[in-house]
């Protein structure tokens, strides 16, 4: 069994800055790509940024320079460093993380619960 724990949200003020963590833990041999997605009301689920285990990272053009996603491979964790956030960035975030729970399994993509932050005035 694999778990993905997610924490950092809440409600900020625009211009503001939030930290968000996901912690796996359960049956891991390897995690190969971390990443965040989030997914506001009516709309759907996107891609925020995403992090490989060794270090190569990617993000949507909306988040480019304000974001920052990193990880910690002895810890199994993957953060979101959110600066300079806006109306517009409020959503539920979700952790998405692919791992391989034994050398001879294939990898499966797993999901944190989420967690909401909220930007406003």
């Known amino acids: 069994q694999v778990q993905l724990v997610e924490s950092g949200g809440g409600l900020v003020q625009p211009g503001g800055s939030l930290r968000l963590s996901c912690a796996a833990s359960g049956t891991i041999f390897s995690i190969n790509v971390m990443g965040w997605f989030r997914q506001a009301p009516g709309k759907q689920r996107d891609l925020v940024a995403a992090?490989?285990?060794?270090?190569?990272?990617m993000y949507a053009d909306s988040v480019k320079g304000r974001f920052t996603v990193s990880r910690d491979n002895a810890k199994n964790t993957v953060y979101l460093q959110m600066n300079s956030l806006n109306p517009e960035d409020t959503a539920v975030y979700y952790c998405?993380?692919?791992?391989?729970?034994?050398?001879?399994?294939?990898?499966?993509?797993?999901w944190g619960q989420g967690t909401q932050v909220t930007v406003s005035s």
């Open positions: 992090i490989t285990s060794g270090g190569s990272t």
């Open positions: 998405n993380a692919h791992i391989k729970p034994s050398n001879s399994a294939p990898s499966y993509a797993y």
